[in-house]
């Protein structure tokens, strides 16, 4: 192969340079501010009326009396929201774009305990044109704190949905506000009460002009392996040999779409979970609720097959529930690795594939 090197007198000499920069600075001057910044913002001091008047001797202490007025503002460059030709990579349309993991305390209504206010964390997303560049993240926050001092249901986060949509000029928008849900939890049989935690999600989509509610719930039980209840019971009846079935903590990420109208509580869904696997993992035990727990378990053995389809048969016999899906990991004790299952009803939660990482999100921090 023959490399032809660049011979020295073509090389650019100065007058080439010269011609260049002349060219150049005549298209910064009809470029706009967006359109320079993308190529190098280092171009902008070539224009008189661009470069700092003190260049490249600039200021270093920084100025708290400096105000931004109307004037200075509009100067401002802004990449986000400048023209098609600034966009980078395919210009595809994005389904989600927008900011998540801000957190805020919100009021929340609840159906036996009042009001709550809880620490909020809120993702806001909205789909994004494919001709446009880009969108302001911080209208997003600023759309949800107009409405973050009201309390919280579906009706106020369609509000803040309409903001969104508005505001960043969307067709489609989403909002998701995740959070721990402190419920009162009886023992078995000492009478105590404790707080148990419910990692609960609240999400409101709209697409295609089409709005739907969603709610999340991780529900943490214990599940004894009915295979393994059988042989400890055979170990004893047949030779004398005292055995005990293995159990296990378990997770059960159950998500429900709400039918139009109608009204879930949290204390709904965890109630029907519960109806489903009854072995909820305890707060407070005494002997005789640890005892207790241990008959509870030995009267409710469950595959991580059967516990997938208690969750669906609660769903299914509630009018209310439309799509839903019902991830379950069981994290056993006996094997070095875990059992899991999925069932969804609808096309809403169907996929061929699943996130890798899906099962692995699945346990519980005590």
């Known amino acids: ?31 706009t501010p967006e359109e320079v910044a993308d190529l190098d913002p280092a171009i902008a001091r070539l224009l008189p009326t661009h470069a700092p008047s003190n260049y490249p001797d600039l200021a270093r202490d920084y100025d708290a009396d400096f105000k931004v007025d109307a004037a200075y503002k509009s100067g401002l460059p802004d990449l986000q929201n400048g023209p098609s030709s600034l966009i980078r990579g395919a210009k595809q349309q994005l389904q989600h774009v927008g900011i998540s993991n801000f957190r805020l305390p919100i009021r929340f209504h609840t159906r036996d305990n009042g ?20 969108i302001n993240m911080s209208r997003i926050m600023r759309s949800f704190y ?19 949509i508005t505001d960043l000029d969307s067709i489609d928008a989403r909002l998701q506000m995740r959070f721990s849900y402190p419920m ?7 009478e105590l009460e404790g707080y148990q935690y ?14 739907r509610k969603f709610m999340h719930l991780d529900y943490v039980y214990s599940s004894t392996c009915p295979c393994s209840l059988e042989l400890s019971e055979h170990a004893r009846q047949t030779r004398g040999q005292l055995a005990t079935p293995h159990s296990q903590r378990s997770v059960a990420r159950l998500s429900v779409e709400v039918e139009g109208g ?10 029907m979970a519960r109806a489903a696997v009854p072995t909820e993992t305890q707060v407070m035990v005494k002997r005789e609720d640890e ?3 241990a008959e509870l378990n030995a009267s409710n053995p469950v595959f991580v097959e059967d516990a997938a389809r208690l969750f669906c048969e609660q769903f299914l016999a509630d009018q ?18 875990d059992a899991v299952s999925i069932v969804t009803e609808g096309d809403t939660f169907a996929a061929d594939s699943i996130d890798p990482k899906l099962f692995a999100t699945l346990f519980h921090v005590g």
Do not use: C
């Open 1 to 31: 192969m023959n490399i032809h090197t660049r011979e020295l007198s073509d090389m650019p000499d100065r007058e080439d340079a010269k011609a260049a920069l002349e060219r150049l600075k005549a298209w910064a001057e009809r470029a």
């Open 262 to 271: 109608k009204l879930v509580w949290f204390e709904d869904l965890i109630d």
């Open 291 to 293: 005892q207790a727990f």
């Open 198 to 211: 419910y990692n609960i999600a609240m999400e409101l989509v709209e697409r295609d002009g089409i709005r």
């Open 184 to 190: 009162k939890v009886r023992s078995l049989r000492s």
């Open 320 to 337: 209310r529930i439309g799509d839903f899906r019902v991830v379950a990991s069981h994290q056993e004790s006996l094997h070095s690795h």
């Open 115 to 134: 009001d709550l206010t809880l620490e909020t964390s809120v993702t806001g997303t909205v789909s994004l044109e494919a001709g446009k560049k880009g």
């Open 146 to 164: 107009r409405h973050a001092e009201k309390t919280f249901s579906f009706e106020v986060m369609e509000a803040a949905l309409d903001d969104y």
